[in-house]
């Protein structure tokens, strides 16, 4: 019996031993997926597992954890528990070793303090008795009587007296200079053990700070190898797009290169770690929203005529200096300046691959990155494709005399781009900046790659033609204007010319109508006019267009 209960207990104990966790393990990240905002963490690790259950305790986890998202899984066992939690550091004993010290030179300085007190009181002393001695009649040299042998014995004993104060005050001085030295060395170890005696204190803040662990239990029927991984989801991550055209004159493709500015500050440092950028946004609600009844009702209001202008907006791009463009395409070291093409080259595209589901994009990219837990931008190369472009000059006189050369890009809904920044570059020269609006429901992108001054463009209205007449109770103002464009560069081009005519709001009143246009494309909802012009090297072409405005000419028009 007594046998049985000894062997029983050891069986529990073995039990107890075998549940208990090993010694924490360090677990390496292996593998980030950041979205638009937050960043899912991957852990891989191999272990080895005993027979029954097994409890792995890992380190290396970001302070930011959510805990809710954390998954757990193996191959060679069966995941049955995975678990976050807090671990504090065991805070050493502090003996106080500094408290005896402190208390020495606290003493050794108050003690100092009398002495020195003690110095000065002779020393006024001395100072009394010198006082004393000058001031004394005697010594001043007034008797009653006339008396030589007198005088002589006074000036002996002036003489004696005077010497001797002034040897103890020279020692007294000494003392008092060497006792303030030693004050302040005293003083200066003082501040020496309040600090060593702070450092102890800043000790056990750090010993407050929590360690974050992971603990997996594991059930595995035989003893061997395993591994083990683990994932969790933290908010400190982030990443946005931004991209680089390089348009050329020479060619009708253009190189767009699709990055990415990955940020995170999860507290740990991502090193050598795969990388996947997805365009999901998990912070995003999923609840589908409900619509609720919309009501409508009358008002009344005094309505009061108000101006109605139209004006085009306009996504003009600053063009720098020469000189600036080729010194900021030389220093690029992102590719701005004109590249060689090598049929050998290894491409981006090589390393990095797309997939798509329902709700979202992800670019898997095979290089390895390593990014600091510095919050601080990180770029990543994701595509870089050449497409079609086809160039052409815009041009609004209305709004500003020189024309623009614009790109329309097609082709880009292969490269799954989002919307971002991107920078511009033409011939090897830096142009600026725009916004590369991904979402937009057109397949082809214009952009805007800068001002041309060599195409001379003036528009003005024609008086002659401008006239105003009554019909019945309605007045007609009929208006023509007039545009000039001239090419003097050397080779032929294709100008978008771009105009308007007023458009009547809110009212059935106001007729207005487009009497000459010069075969104008005619938006009627907007009232846009549109013109394709070529034109020759050195050639000038005119385009003329007229509208009419009828309304009562009991009314006053505004807005024109």
Not at 103 to 124: A, G, P, Q, T
Not at 141 to 169: A, H, T, W
Not at 209 to 214: A, E, G, S
Not at 447 to 467: A, F, P, Q, S, Y
Request: aromatic share 8%; hydrophobic share 40%.
């Amino acid at each position: 019996m007594r046998k049985l209960l000894i062997f029983s207990v050891i069986l529990i104990a073995g039990d107890m031993l075998m549940a208990q966790p090993n010694k924490p393990i360090k677990a390496t990240l292996d593998k980030a997926i950041v979205y638009l905002q937050g960043a899912h963490l991957y852990y891989n690790e191999t272990t080895m597992l005993k027979a029954g259950y097994n409890e792995l305790l890992f380190e290396n986890i970001s302070p930011f954890i959510n805990p809710v998202s954390l998954q757990a899984n193996s191959k060679g066992g069966v995941v049955m528990d995975v678990k976050h939690q807090l671990k504090y550091k065991e805070q050493p004993v502090f003996t106080g070793k500094y408290d005896k010290a402190i208390e020495r030179v606290l003493d050794s300085l108050n003690d100092m303090s009398f002495d020195i007190k003690d110095i000065n009181n002779k020393l006024k002393v001395l100072a009394s008795e010198k006082q004393l001695l000058l001031n004394n009649n005697m010594m001043k040299g007034v008797f009653s009587k006339d008396s030589l042998p007198l005088l002589k014995d006074g000036m002996q004993f002036l003489r004696d007296k005077l010497n001797n104060i002034y040897d103890l005050e020279l020692k007294q001085e000494r003392l008092l200079n060497a006792a303030e030295a030693l004050k302040i060395k005293l003083t200066t170890r003082y501040n020496e053990l309040l600090q060593l005696k702070g450092n102890e204190g800043a000790l056990q803040d750090e010993y407050a700070q929590p360690i974050h662990q992971i603990l997996v239990t594991i059930y595995s029927e035989n003893a061997g190898s395993a591994a083990v991984g683990f994932n969790y989801f933290m908010q400190e991550a982030s990443w946005v797009p931004l991209y680089d055209l390089q348009a050329s004159s020479t060619t009708n493709t253009l190189q767009l290169k699709y990055m990415a500015n990955v940020t995170q500050n999860s507290g740990i440092n991502w090193k050598g770690v795969s990388l996947t950028l997805s365009t999901s946004n998990p912070a995003e609600s999923n609840v589908k929203p409900e619509l609720t009844p919309w009501f409508v009702t009358f008002i009344e209001y005094a309505r009061k005529p108000q101006p109605v202008s139209y004006r085009l907006k306009t996504n003009q791009v600053t063009v720098a200096a020469k000189s600036e463009q080729e010194d900021l395409v030389r220093t690029n070291s992102d590719g701005g300046g004109t590249t060689t093409s090598n049929a050998n080259e290894l491409k981006i595209q090589d390393f990095v691959t797309v997939s798509e589901n329902l709700i979202r994009t992800e670019y898997d990219i095979k290089l390895k990155y390593q990014i600091e837990s510095d919050n601080q931008p990180h770029k990543v190369i994701i595509n870089q494709r050449d497409v079609p472009v086809h160039l052409k000059f815009a041009a609004v006189p209305k709004l500003c005399t020189e024309a623009f050369l614009m790109a329309d890009i097609t082709g880009w809904e292969e490269m799954n781009i989002i919307p971002g920044n991107a920078r511009l570059f033409f011939d090897g020269a830096y142009v600026g900046e725009t916004l590369l609006d991904a979402q937009s429901t057109s397949d082809t992108l214009n952009v805007n790659l800068g001002r041309d001054k060599n195409i001379v463009l003036m528009r003005k209205k024609v008086k002659e033609k401008t006239k105003v007449r009554f019909l019945d109770d309605d007045k007609v103002e009929t208006h023509t204007v007039e545009i000039t464009v001239r090419n003097t560069k050397n080779i032929p081009i294709e100008l978008l010319l771009e105009d308007q005519i007023p458009v009547a709001r809110n009212t059935n009143d106001i007729k207005i109508t487009l009497a000459e246009g010069s075969r104008a494309e005619l938006d009627e909802t907007t009232g846009k006019l549109k013109w394709l012009l070529k034109l020759n090297s050195k050639d000038t072409k005119k385009v003329v267009f007229t509208y009419e405005i009828r309304y009562p000419k009991n009314k006053v028009l505004a807005g024109l």
